[in-house]
């Protein structure tokens, strides 16, 4: 049987092939990895998940995107219903399925904080990258505002930033009203028929050892990183 703490990882590097392999699935940045380097990791009994922003444009600018931007990492926000940023996300789903990943991490769902009149497009593409791009497996990053729909296309959802989260001086735990508040969450989720993970961020060994417990205590199979998801 896998650890609780070892059903996923994350990984926002290169190589580090071997580290990988210790994980029954792992998150990475498609441009970091061939096709061979894949393949490895399959045979190895690894399920490499391919990147997705479904909400946020890093790229130049382009008609689908809005004048805001994501002010911790600089990516455009965009109408997520644009023909043209649909058939890009699409296109960049195919594009993954055809070099060797075998699933999908969809991020940046959160719309609902944002731009709520999204919600219903960010469904609808959700729907058109499992119909067109066929991946085995497609992990949501959150997502909330999307239940209980988007259990019908996902295979399973991260809650990410559950117990601890980087800061501007560091790491820390949220306080006891957000933990109370994800708790809440965390119990409303186990009613899907999903796979549930956490991602948490820690540079400490007891800060560490608080995410896992607490992930644990909630059903969540949990990766513990730094902000940029250098350590695998």
């Known amino acids: 049987m896998i650890p609780h703490d070892e059903a996923i990882g994350f990984y926002y590097g290169a190589g580090r092939l071997d580290a ?17 380097e894949l393949t490895v990791l399959r045979d190895g009994g690894t399920e490499p ?25 600089g990516g455009a926000f965009v109408h997520v219903g644009h023909p043209g940023w649909v058939e890009h996300i699409v296109g960049q789903a195919k594009a993954e399925m055809t070099a060797g990943f075998t699933g999908l991490f969809l991020d940046t769902l ?25 991946p085995s497996y497609m992990l949501a990053n959150r997502g909330f505002g999307l239940l209980p729909r988007m259990t019908e296309f996902v295979d399973g959802i991260l809650f990410e930033s559950f117990s601890a989260r980087w800061t501007d001086n560091g790491y820390d735990a949220w306080p006891p009203d957000v933990l109370e508040y994800n ?41 513990v990183s730094d902000r940029a998801l250098s350590r695998i």
């Open 49 to 73: 998940m391919g990147y997705l922003s479904l909400s946020e444009d890093q790229g130049p600018p382009a008609a689908w995107q809005r004048e805001e931007r994501n002010p911790d990492w």
């Open 183 to 223: 708790a809440q969450i965390a119990e409303q989720l186990l009613q899907y028929d999903v796979d549930l993970y956490a991602l948490d961020y820690a540079d400490t060994e007891g800060l560490t050892e608080f995410a896992h417990r607490r992930a644990g205590q909630f059903g969540l199979s949990c990766f």
């Open 110 to 134: 959160n719309v609902e904080l944002t731009y709520p009149e999204d919600l219903p497009h960010l469904l609808a593409l959700i729907a058109a990258i499992r119909e067109e791009a066929k």
């Open 20 to 36: 990988l392999r210790r994980y029954p699935r792992v998150v990475l940045q498609s441009e970091f990895y061939s096709t061979a």
